[in-house]
Structure formats: structure tokens, C-alpha cells
């Protein structure tokens, strides 16, 4: 590692660490309804919404109805996006006249969008007009990502109370987050990428010439565009036979011969065939469009979804070394803060840094493991070093393990390598960062929110053991409480494993893999993985756009999204409904260094006990078969 790359490093996680207290601090004022320095700016359009929507913003709502708010919202989205998808050739800001998407893929890419996973089995800039770009994917970046803030907001406001029903209001809680922070802080850090180069423009794609023509085959078309084909004989290739009947043997292969087809009377079975012509190929349209606000949106509030196919290691996404480093500091920057912000709203910042300091280790050591091996040299490919398939060369090695574990730690599912590429124990990395539960700080909110179901796993645990009725921020934690966290951590673990195992058991599904053996199962298990916790990254090599896996994924991102999310509101519903218990000699510390060891050996052994032996079977196996010259 060159010292530059050390500097990189150290910037980028004390940026990270240093931004945390301000931004935290000016989350949780907007979320209190606090003045702050936007206030005299948006204050007067929040108003307005409420009287335009009918909206009491001083009416609460339980912790059920403030469930089905977040549900109701998402379903509307889904819809409009559903419809967005399968209509953009007859909507406007096309200028590329793109064609409709097929149900599958509008349906996988609705609930991905609505639901801030942000996958895509789809090249953005061949399959999605101007149109869909904006006005369902850039929008519900923007609305997914404040939906989750919203249930964290709403999940710290319980903890902190005592003795009531409500939770907050969901509409109050999604209109503060936008208006003050979400689309401010969006703005302004697609300014600088805008002036590196990032395109901002809604113009056609312009055309460049080449600078070396080439000539291929392409369909010939009539006077009207439409495709000409012709009926020919259908053959098909079989042995050749000599005097006796025998398949003729040519250098130990059967001789092939065109047999040409007939029917049961012995007439030719015909089939329609494209007629193909040459043309010369001496110009290219370049993809471009308002990439830079999108870019801003998707890193800033971890949602992934690239406005190009390869994502950020596309040169017009991410074009320079500082691009490169500010859309890596964005990733961080807002589920960072949310964990300060979740300390202000439970009144216990030393608790809040306890779980930051948890997070932060367990995220540096992902990515030191990963560097380790990614670092080291590949026998299948002679020693080479150093090991750049998969990566860009402006990029490098370090940027990209660094760029693959923030986007897997953070609930973000941009790339700027391919992580199928990786070396097998560099790529478990990732993978793992998921499968723990995307909380390392996870995504906007849900991060933050499935820590807290370990969290109370161990505080239960810790009480138990002690013979003591668990206690977590003042409130007794009951089988209710519990069951409703168990829930949360299982439901999303078992919607990854189960579509996994039928995936590689069905045609459908194996139909699709790049590769077979382990490497195969790892690009499976990586699907289904990032769906349940609505990540967004793609392990590469795995063709998802099929039936099959839009549908699968689609509804385990939903799972993924919804399951946590009834899970955490039932639990915090409850505790806000108990009376705060002072702290006692018996009482648990949730702030200090045995709290923090327990709750990371909590988490690694139950993402051990269920995720261990699926990745014995995918890269553990193969970086043992690597090491002995095979490859997959």
C-alpha cells in the first residue's frame, strides 16, 4: 500500500468520524421540530404542505398505524413506478425512443427503488429514458431513503418516552427530513462533482465519431423500418455415416453434416431467419443525462442504483481521484450521523457511541481482510500482481476494496469494481457485511434499527444470565419485546437462504450463472443476500434479468424492507407504553467496553450459526481450490 493511499484512508474514515457530531446534531434539531439555519427558508413551504395534504402536525399515531403509513406510502410508489416502467416509450423525455420494460423487470425494479435496495438487472443507460430515471428512481431515492430515516426518528422518540401510545407522525416525521435535510445536503454535494465533470444535462445523447470505423452484420430493414426476414429449410447438424452406417471419425470426433428438416410427409419444415446485411459503424452515441444529481442522491442516502450499467467505475459517474473520494465520503456521512442522532434522541450519547465504536471496528476489519487477500497473488494466474481484473486501472486495488467494503458495510449498492472478480476470501467480505445484517452502519435508518434487534439480543441474553429481568434505556424487556426481535434478525436471513437453495436446484434459476462450482453458488447467494437486506451491489456474473430471479428478488427485497421495519416499530410500540425503571446495581451498562465485546461477539456468532456453512460451500471451498490451481 503506497502512502498516498494510507493518507486516502485515514482521511476518509477521520472525515467520516469528524462530520459525525454536526450532522447527527442537525438531524435530531429537524426532527424535533427545532429551529434551525433552513428554517426561515422551508419552514413556511412545510406549512403548506400540511394544509395542502390535511395533515395535523400534532396528531400522533400509534406504533400499527404509523407501520401502515410507511407501508401504505411505499405501495403507492411501487404502483407508479410499476406503470412508469412498462410505459416509458409513450412518455415524454425519451429523446433515445427506449423501449417499454417487461412486467418482470418493472416489477423487480418498482419494489427495488421503492424500497431503497436499489438493485438493477437492467443497463441504465440502454434501458431507462429520461424519464424513469428521474421520476421513479431519482424520486424514490430520494423518498426511500427519507422513509427510513423517518421509522429510526420515530423508533429513538419511543425509546425516550414513557407510559404512551404514539410513536410520532409518520407524514410530519417524512416532510421535516426532506424539506430540511434530505434535498439540501443532495444539492449541494452534486455541485462539485458537476464542476469534475460529472454530466448534468437533459440533451439527447450527442454522437462522436470513431476514430477507427468497423464494419459488422445488422438486421436489414424495408422502406417503413420494419425488420426483413426470409424462410429457409430448418437443418440440423448430425453424424456423417459411412457404407455400413457407422459415424465417420475424424481426428477422434464424430464428422458433422446439415441435414435438412421435413414433416411427418416429407415435406421441408421451414423457419423464419433475419436477413442480415454489413454496415459501416463509424459513429457512437454517448450516454449522458443529470447523472450528478442522481449520483449526489444515491451515495449520500445509500441507495446504490447507478445511472450506468458498470456504475461508478463508469468514467462519465465517477471521473477523477476526487470524484472518487467524495462519492466514497458520502457513503458514510449520513449513516454515521444517524447513529449520533439516535443518541440525542434517547438522551444517551454514550450508548450511541458504544454502538458506533462496534460498527466502526467491525467495517475496518471487513475491509482489512478484504485488502489482505485481494492484496495477495492468484496461483491460478501465474502470481500476477497485482490483481486488476474486475477494476479499473485509474482505480486500483485499494480504492476498489475500500469502495466494495463501504458500499456492503453502508446499506449502498454502488459499485466501482466487480466484485465477482475479487479473490474468494476478499469477495466473502462484502458478502459477509451484508449477511451480518447491513448495519456497519448500514442503511439510512435501517441500519441503525437492525443493530437494535442485537442489541436487545444481548441486553436479554446479559439479563438472563444474570438471573435479572433485561433492561434496555430505562424499560423491562418482556417475550414480546424478544420474539419481535428474533423476528427481525430470522425472517430477512431465512428470505435469503431458502430462494438460494431453490435457485440452485431449479433450471430457472441455473439457467443464469456465469460460472458453476462454488464461484456459481456465491453469485446466487450474493443475489438473494443483498435483496433481503435491500443492499443493491452486485456481485457480477449472474444474469438476473430473467423471470425467475426479478420476481424471486423482488419479493425478498420486500421482505427485506418491511419485515425489520413491523419488527422494530412492535417493539419500540411496547417500550413506550412501560414506565422508565431507574438504573440499579443490577443493571447492564449499555456504554461500555464489555458491552460492546458482547454485543460484537452477538453478532458474529449468530450471522455465523446461519451463514457458515453456505460459505464453506461457496468461497471458503474455492480459495482452497484456488490455492491448488482451479478455477470456476
Known sequence: MT??????????????????????RF?????????????PIFHPIENVIYRLTGIDPNEEMTWLTY?????????????????????????????????????HLAFMQAWSFTCNADWQS?????????????FAIMVHQFLSGASGLAVLVAVGRALKRASVKTVGNFWVDLTRGLLYFVLPISVLWAIPLAWQGVPQTWKPYPTASLMEPYTTQVQKTDDKGNNVTTNIQLVLQAPKLDAKGQPMMANGAAVMIDVPQVDSKGLPIMTNVPVMVDAKVDTQPIPIGPVASLESIKQLFTNGGGWYNVNSAHPYENPTPL????ELLAIIVVPMAQVYMFGLLVGNKKHAWCLFNVMLALFVLSFIVAWYYESRPNPVMAGAMPNMEGKEQRIGVMNSVLWGTSCTAIDNGSVNSMHDSWMPLAGMMPMWNIMIGEMLFGGIGCGMYCMLFHVIITVFIAGLMIGRTPEYLGKKLDAWVAT???????????????PTALAVEVPQGLSSMNNGG????????????????????????????????????????????????????????????????EASAGTLPTHGLTFGLTLTGVICVVAALTFFPALCLGPIVEHGLMLAGRAF
Open 67 to 103: 407501520f401502515w403509513a410507511v407501508l401504505l406510502f411505499a405501495t403507492v410508489g411501487f404502483a407508479a413506478d410499476l406503470a412508469i416502467f412498462m410505459t416509458q416509450q409513450w412518455l415524454p423525455l425519451n429523446p433515445q425512443k427506449l423501449p417499454n420494460c417487461s412486467w
Open 518 to 581: 462454488p464461484h456459481g453458488l456465491s453469485e446466487v447467494l450474493y443475489c438473494f443476500a443483498e435483496a433481503a437486506n435491500n443492499n443493491g451491489s452486485a456481485f457480477a456474473g449472474l444474469n438476473a434479468n430473467t423471470p425467475f430471479y426479478n420476481i424471486g428478488a423482488g419479493i425478498v427485497i420486500w421482505i427485506g424492507r418491511f419485515i425489520p421495519i413491523i419488527s422494530i416499530l412492535a417493539i419500540v410500540g411496547r417500550l413506550a407504553s412501560k414506565k422508565t425503571v
Open 323 to 326: 470524484t472518487n473520494f467524495l
Open 27 to 39: 438531524m435530531a434539531k429537524v426532527y424535533k421540530g427545532e429551529k434551525t439555519i433552513l428554517h
Open 122 to 134: 437492467y443497463a441504465g443507460e440502454t434501458t431507462m429514458s429520461y424519464f424513469s430515471q428521474i
Open 484 to 498: 419481535w426481535a428474533v423476528i427481525g434478525v430470522l425472517v430477512p436471513n431465512a428470505a435469503c437462504l431458502l
Open 3 to 24: 502512502t498516498i493511499e494510507i493518507i486516502q484512508i485515514v482521511l476518509f474514515f477521520g472525515l467520516g468520524i469528524a462530520l459525525t457530531p454536526p450532522v447527527g
